[in-house]
């Protein structure tokens, strides 16, 4: 049985200061948890669409923050989270796919360019039974 990523699961990156909410598209033949969540992706990795801001960002791998602590004199000063994700959500679940994708989980995790981790904090569905 696997929890499945879903629309509106509360999400948070390691470096951001807030969290988030995860958002996917309800298409076509997409599975739908409770029928009321669709179900997320590997891919849905998009900034702004599926991984929206993290509040501010307090990585110094981000040339922003970078920039601002150096003008602080050292002082840490997070700037606005932009999520540059490269890779897709994993692990994902071994046997659910949507159009030959396989499905995100609440487990699966994915990261930003600046060194965030990106996970799910809470599922929005009771398990499913992966078959």
Do not use: H, Y
Not at 40 to 47: E, H, K, M, R, S
Not at 78 to 93: G, K
Request: proline share 11%; aromatic share 6%.
């Amino acid at each position: 049985m696997t929890e499945i990523l879903t629309n509106g699961c509360p999400l948070r990156c390691t470096f951001g200061m807030a969290p988030s909410v995860f958002q996917t598209l309800n298409l076509p033949g997409k599975p739908v948890i409770l029928n009321a969540f669709s179900a997320g992706i590997a891919t849905d990795i998009a900034p702004g669409a599926n991984i929206p801001p993290f509040g501010m960002c307090q990585s110094l791998s981000n040339p922003t923050v970078a920039s601002a602590t150096s003008a602080a004199m050292g002082v840490l000063t997070p700037m606005p989270c932009v999520p540059v994700v490269a890779q897709p959500w994993a692990p994902t679940d071994p046997v659910m796919t949507w159009n030959g994708v396989a499905l995100a989980t609440v487990k699966s995790k994915c990261l930003c360019a600046w060194g965030g981790e990106i996970s799910v904090q809470a599922p929005m569905e009771t398990l499913v039974q992966s078959q």
